[in-house]
């Protein structure tokens, strides 16, 4: 089952757990109130992996190796995956091994700490501000998936000029 939390404003290393003191969790219902999903699979040869694929039109993905041996200048790219950013397009990522975190701005601009693990899926909406770390471990093998054409453009914050951006306020509730 899924993890969340609300984030701590501590500078330590991003790969920390940053949970509040006491922790603050985050219900599988907030996220979806935030417009992410979240679903279970046995892995890339599960039929309910197949079907969430098909009935999203997913029909292009890649796998991708992220750890210090596999992944050149791997200090410089983790931080470039932690500066917050949108995407004109949903983001899909299926935890094969390894495990890691993405982070999602709620509706008071706080930051959702979501873990994710092999077997997670997390669909993180078009236009919401979000980032990815890895945990402690420094591993995870994921799968990416795409609606035709893999386009995997950041647009770092602040981006709220994009029409992706004002169409998620609108979807979660709030005004652009």
Known sequence: MVEAWLMDDSNEDQRATHR????????????????????????EDDPEFH??????GYNYTDTVVISPEKLPNYEEKIKIF???HIH?????????EGSGYFDIRD????????????????IL?????????????????AKRMFVGEPIWT????????????????????LSA
Request: some cysteine; hydrophobic content about 35%; overall charge negative.
């Open 20 to 43: 509040q003191n006491p922790n603050v969790e985050v219900s599988l219902k907030e996220l979806e109130e935030l417009g992410m999903l979240y679903f279970n699979v046995k892995g």
């Open 51 to 56: 079907k969430l694929c098909a009935d999203r």
């Open 82 to 84: 932690f500066t917050e």
């Open 88 to 96: 004109d397009d949903e983001e899909i990522r299926l935890c094969l």
């Open 107 to 122: 509706k008071l601009e706080r930051w959702v700490r979501v873990k994710v693990v092999p077997g997670d899926i997390l």
């Open 125 to 141: 909406p078009a236009g919401s501000y979000h980032r990815f770390t890895l945990d402690e471990n420094n591993f995870i093998v």
């Open 154 to 173: 950041p647009y770092n914050r602040p981006a709220d000029e994009r029409p992706a951006r004002a169409q998620y306020l609108s979807q979660i509730g």
